[in-house]
């Protein structure tokens, strides 16, 4: 076998290579959906590509904020520490360039290859893409690795890989943001949706309890077909923060390139801190989900809406309380938060905050 060895990528020079991996490990042996494999920030992110010879066998990704991703090894590689020689590379870059913390989302069944790295688990298990995964996170000095004039990595005695790790086999499709604490109770269970059919239930639905605004909530999300508008105050965590939301909206927006999901906020910190849902998914699909922050001179009432196409409406009049009401299929009134939407839309701003957090 030939030395394996890491070098840094280009994007554009080594795309065909990049995606050939990719392509093989995620979509090819995972099924993850090409809509979430390719993403905008794979033009601005730092490149990888692991060699044997000269042929590419293994990619990783370093985001600016120091996340790691995309990390993927051809099957034949596989157990010749070609993932050690990935990460010990991507850990000297991040460092190099003052990214002290590194994060990144493993699967499951690789945590202890990344935990041998000086990885940590931040998070309890979630799903992305059927694949269960946890957060994890690195703080201090890199693994004494550096760069020879051939951009491959070696340890100070000149190896090309550390010989002291055992040989793990992992793939890893993404990544997603590592702050992330589940509000109590936030991802309990399976919510089921409320049991009435967008466009054909007439009489209004009054709720007054948390569950149930869930239920009505998850069962327009579900059923949209065209268009998805969300007005509100902080993105409610115990309304919108949780997997049964987050899979309806992915279903919705990778069902036809024409869907769209808009969400505007009057405030997004606590969403970007505590890496809500729904604002992960928008930087995997950030073409067909936008988030804004409402202007701080717009003169709108203090309310919070959800809108399903042009039939649906969940309206909550005062949001600090969870009372509100539902309607299935209601045009007229439809017709008159959308353009209360699309009003105070036109005039909305990019938070800073949340602008850093979808880059």
């Known amino acids: 076998m030939n030395e394996i060895h890491v070098r840094l990528a280009d994007w554009h020079k080594n795309n065909a290579e990049l995606r050939r991996i990719r392509e093989t490990v995620f979509v090819g042996e995972q099924a993850v959906p090409p809509e979430l494999e390719w993403d905008a920030e794979d033009a601005e992110a730092v490149h990888f590509l692991a060699y044997e010879g000269d042929y590419a066998i293994g990619t990783a990704r370093l985001l600016p904020d120091g996340h790691i991703g995309r990390v993927s090894v051809l099957k034949d590689w596989r157990g010749l520490k070609v993932g050690d020689a990935l990460i010990r590379a991507v850990i000297a870059e991040a460092e190099k360039r003052g990214l002290q913390q590194q994060m990144l989302s493993a699967q499951v069944h690789a945590t202890a290859f990344y935990e041998r790295l000086g990885f940590e688990i931040v998070s309890g298990e979630y799903l992305d893409a059927g694949i269960p995964h946890v957060d994890m996170v690195r703080h201090g000095a890199a693994p004494e690795v550096r760069m020879n004039d051939d951009n491959a990595p070696h340890d100070l005695n000149g190896s090309t890989e550390a010989r002291e790790l055992p040989a793990i086999e992992f793939e890893s499709p993404g990544r997603f943001a590592v702050h992330n604490p589940e509000p109590p109770q936030a991802d309990a269970g399976r919510r089921e949706p409320a049991p009435f059919r967008l466009g054909e239930h007439l009489p209004l639905e009054r709720f007054d309890r948390p569950e149930q605004a869930r239920a009505h909530a998850l ?52 969403a970007v801190k505590e890496g809500h849902r729904l604002l992960s998914l928008s930087r995997r699909l950030s073409s067909n989900l936008q988030i804004r922050k409402l202007h701080p001179d717009y003169p709108g009432e203090d309310i919070a809406f959800l809108l399903a196409d042009d039939r649906g409406l969940l309206l909550r009049p005062e949001p600090e309380q969870f009372a509100g009401y539902a309607l299935y299929q209601d045009p007229a009134r439809v017709r008159l938060r959308q353009a209360q939407f699309d009003q105070a839309w036109e005039t909305s701003i990019s938070d800073p905050d949340l602008r850093s957090f979808l880059l």
């Open 219 to 270: 069962a327009l999300l579900q059923q949209a077909r065209r268009s998805l508008c969300i007005f509100s105050d902080d993105l409610e965590p115990w309304l919108y923060h949780h997997s049964s939301v987050q899979d309806a909206c992915t279903a919705f927006l990778l069902a036809s390139p024409k869907n769209h999901l808009r969400i505007l906020l009057r405030d997004a910190t606590r």
